[in-house]
């Protein structure tokens, strides 16, 4: 269990948060969220031990593992396989102790050594590495090249590929879905949802939370919120609480002008002086309630360009690819006005090939392609960031574009993008990935393009600023073409999907949850990956068999009571959401609705009280049962 006692970070003058008391237990698949820089990378250090806690306490079991996906890697000449199984720390070791013992023709300690390899299944774990590597999207023939031959997003593949191979109690990851395609992030879905540790993930990504997390811990004003259930959930009682929050802040500032009127009125009147003084005492003893306010800094459009043409482009029997590399062949097919289409397949099938060659930025190999007479593109490659002057202010970059907008004009644009007037007017050297990644959606917005073509432009981006670039998409009256692995992104922005596959690109007919649940299908069909901590090998299946009847008969009582426990706490979680679907109707909160909120709100404090009192019980029951299992292991 990790338990969280009035905890509290900062860094430097800053305040991340604080006064957070909270337990995970075992099994608990937390997805951390919250806008870029609020501190939810540097909560993942303090919990790997990287920064220590200004105020308040921090525990994690002594014996645990942790396991970390890492942000950066060295161009390093090891093969990928090999980087991939150095995660797997303890058969390194156990690896090296056996060479170690070999040298020096140490029988015992050959011995020894041969023994934990056997405990570890070190005999599968080559196979175990090449299926995660298979899983996250590397071609057969991957695993034996230099980690230094991959790209920058493929060598973070490698580094998740590591931290999964990890055996661990506590796996941190920090934006496992950037650079996957959406055939990954399924089968990453699937593995975590088989991790029988304490999962702790960032993610920008809601499908993703949705499919795999049990809470949700939120960075909300310097406070940690947590939340239970997935990201839907989240957002739910996020709004249950911010209408709560808004309707008791009215209700409070009603109260504060009636008193300011009595004080006002009788203050200089002997008679009620007494009076006054007491209302006063009683508006410094009214909580301080802040209305709810929506937090996103970034309310934004996409203009589009007057004229256009149809069809903008047009592909004829275009082959794509290098010139020594042939990727798709035979290509024909138009983008019109209105157009709004999402591409799908795995990394390296061409989708952004494809993409490029519309754009014009990679010449065909054969074929044709014809742009119409106003066609205006704006596109986004995977690689933007790089193209951006780093020495030039974000006020110049737009004002080289457009000479002839005001500085004003330009200042509220900007502003939209959640750009400040002072970082308007610097270089952008010191922006991070996030603020870098808004700056080239606006220099994009700011041309009026009558075709967008966006390839993964949600890396970096945080929740609201998705959102806002979905709204934004939502009334763009241009035409889109996307590469994204964010689905809420597809399935609001697109109404129509290109597969690319084999050499070719098809329209694919079915929705994105059609295509979605045909890979599941696929990979159901492939063998599932192994747990990842390894358990001792039996040799004696008789005994095997005898000493696991006796362990399912000494632990039955103990698993029916935590079994009840359980289900007690699934009801009460029923009962908490259907009377969270009742807090959420607006009328609720009208004038004449007082006492059936407040009964409502009664209730909900009442189970939530039983809800604390009866997971204490489990973990407590739980923990009675590790204890158990450990010793008759």
Not at 432 to 447: I, M, P
């Amino acid at each position: 269990m990790i338990h969280f006692d009035q905890l509290g970070l900062r860094r430097g003058s800053e305040l991340l948060f604080d006064d957070a008391s909270m337990q995970f237990h075992r099994s608990d698949r937390i997805g951390i969220i919250g806008r870029n820089g609020c501190g939810k990378t540097s909560l993942l250090k303090l919990l790997q031990q990287q920064l220590e806690a200004d105020t308040g306490t921090l525990s994690i079991p002594a014996d645990w593992q942790i396991a970390c996906m890492q942000q950066e890697i060295d161009a390093v000449t090891r093969v990928a396989l090999d980087y991939v199984l150095d995660g797997h720390i303890q058969l390194r070791q156990a690896q090296a102790r056996l060479a170690q013992a070999e040298s020096r023709h140490d029988t015992a300690g050959i011995t020894q050594a041969h023994d934990q390899l056997d405990q570890l299944r070190a005999w599968e774990t080559d196979a175990r590495a090449a299926q995660l590597l298979a899983g996250l999207g590397f071609a057969s023939g991957d695993e034996k090249r230099a980690v230094n031959d991959f790209s920058g997003g493929w060598r973070m593949r490698l580094n998740l590929a590591r931290a999964l191979m990890c055996p661990s109690d506590l796996l941190l990851l920090d934006e496992p879905t950037n650079h996957l395609d959406i055939d990954a992030v399924a089968w990453l879905e699937r593995w975590l949802l088989r991790y029988q540790g304490t999962l702790m993930l960032i993610s920008h990504d809601r499908d993703f939370l949705d499919a795999v997390c049990t809470r949700i811990l939120s960075f909300e004003h310097g406070k940690l919120v947590l939340y239970q259930g997935d990201y839907s959930d989240a957002e739910q009682q996020r709004a249950q609480r911010q209408a709560q929050q808004q309707a008791q802040a009215a209700k409070i500032q009603a109260r504060v002008e009636e008193i300011n009127r009595f004080v006002s009125r009788f203050r200089a009147q002997a008679n009620k002086a007494r009076q006054a003084q007491s209302r006063l005492k009683e508006l410094d003893r009214l909580p301080q309630i802040e209305a709810a306010q929506a937090d996103s800094p970034y309310h934004f459009h996409l203009p589009c360009a007057v004229k256009s043409s149809d069809p903008l482009i047009h592909l004829r029997n275009a082959d794509l690819g290098y010139p020594d590399t042939l990727i798709l062949s035979q290509v024909t097919l138009a983008i019109r006005p209105g157009d709004r289409i999402a591409v799908l397949g795995r990394n390296g099938a061409g989708k952004s090939t494809l993409l490029k060659s519309l754009a014009g930025s990679q010449p065909l190999l054969s074929g044709e392609r014809t742009a119409g007479e106003h066609l205006r593109i704006a596109y986004f490659a995977q690689h933007q960031l790089d193209a951006l002057d780093l020495q030039a202010s974000p006020l110049l970059q737009l004002q080289r574009l457009r000479p002839a907008a005001s500085t004003q004009e330009i200042r509220n644009f900007l502003g939209g993008f959640g750009f400040s007037d002072e970082a308007e007017a610097a270089g952008i050297a010191h922006f991070s990935g996030g603020e870098k990644a808004r700056l080239a959606l606006a220099l994009l917005a700011w041309q009026k393009p009558n075709l967008l073509i966006l390839d993964e432009p949600t890396n970096h981006l945080d929740m609201q600023m998705r959102h806002a670039l979905t709204v934004a998409l939502a009334s763009y009256a241009g035409s889109v073409l996307l590469v994204s692995h964010d689905r809420h992104l597809l399935r609001s922005s697109a109404d129509e999907l290109w597969h690319v596959s084999a050499g070719s690109v098809q329209s694919f007919r079915g929705s994105l949850d059609d295509y979605v649940k045909q890979l599941q299908t696929e990979q159901a069909q492939t063998p599932e990956p192994r747990d990842v901590v390894a358990k001792a090998p039996v040799d004696d299946k008789k005994q095997r068999r005898k000493d696991a009847a006796q362990q399912r008969q000494k632990l039955a009582p103990l698993r029916r009571t935590v079994q009840a426990t359980e289900s007690r706490l699934q009801k009460l979680t029923t009962q908490l959401q259907q009377l969270q679907q009742q807090l959420a109707d607006a009328e609720l909160y009208a004038a004449g609705n007082e006492q059936a909120l407040q009964t409502l709100l009664k209730r909900q404090g009442e189970l939530n009280k039983q809800h604390i009192v009866l997971e204490q019980q489990w973990l407590e029951q739980q923990e009675a049962l590790e204890i158990a299992q450990s010793e008759t292991d």
